[in-house]
């Protein structure tokens, strides 16, 4: 079974979580917790002119970190960033425009990867960010650093944007799986180096996001997904023994078995169509799982919402467990319903 080795007691609810101590009360923090459903965020990303503004301001992008734990008392603070930052210090051109989603050029579709020049100094301020919101945590608040996966960092920077499919990121690794590979293996090794300083700087566990996994074929899956996720994980745990990593493979539904049994994470996350009765049964015993509230749910709020909760307590109860939601939290979510998630999971 992957455990986190090497992590010493804690005050910490969630870092002893994933470190396999199954807690009374579970922890509980939200993916995307940091962000516009709150009138602070809104606020001072209006005040900076953009996202990218913001992410790259040490002390604005730390103030966002640290608002949503002040606000409702999370048990993990996650860095206020985003998956694209390594491309970007990898040398493509990273744009959010209003009502857009972000792009990226020049798009490794039509231009080599050896085109590009590194400017790893662009992540100098994520660094920064990182010392500045540890600094300001308490004792028992865990610091979540991040990275996009390859596989799903790939899309982006094949395509130059976000897609429904990713046909034209699986298209090459069909049409040139050498080429592809390459990909992948420049976008792991600046993951490694970003997810080690990020844990150089205070972070205390990292997760790796894979949004758009569910869309691979078996054997694609295991080249893309997999085989990439592993050597960052065995490289990570190398150069930072003892921090745990949790990996978020997003739609793999029963490939989820293969995942954590071939990358070796310590902890998976599941997204809101996994069965948390199946996942509870089917996955290694004592492996921390973390998920999976349907943010529609949260969205909802009442009954829907205390129901989820509940049904995801009760499924991981003999197991380390850490609530959270199947992804992301969205926009138009109430503040008065993360307020009732968590008092439901405390009061469990």
Known sequence: MPIATGITATTKPLLATLSGQRQSVPPVWL???????????????ADKGGFLALATDPEAAAEVTLQPVRRFGFDAAILFSDILMVPWAMGQTLTFGAGEGPRLSPALADHDLRSLTPVPERLDAVYETVRRAAAMLDGETTFLGFAGSPWTVATYMVAGEGSRDQATARRLAYHDPAAFADVLQAIAAQTVEYLARQVAAGVEAVQLFDSWAGSLSPEQFETCVVQ???????????????????????????????????TGVDAIGLDETVDPVWAARELPAGLPVQGNVDPLALVTGGDALDRAVDCVIAAFADRPHIVNLGHGILPDTPIANVDRLLARVRAA
């Open 31 to 45: 993916m995307r917790q940091a962000g516009r459903y709150l009138p602070e965020y809104r606020a001072l990303r």
């Open 228 to 262: 990439p996720n592993a050597w960052i994980v065995g490289e990570l745990r190398r150069r930072c023994p003892g921090v745990p990593i949790i990996g978020f493979p997003k739609g793999t539904g029963g490939k989820l078995l293969r995942y954590v049994e071939g």
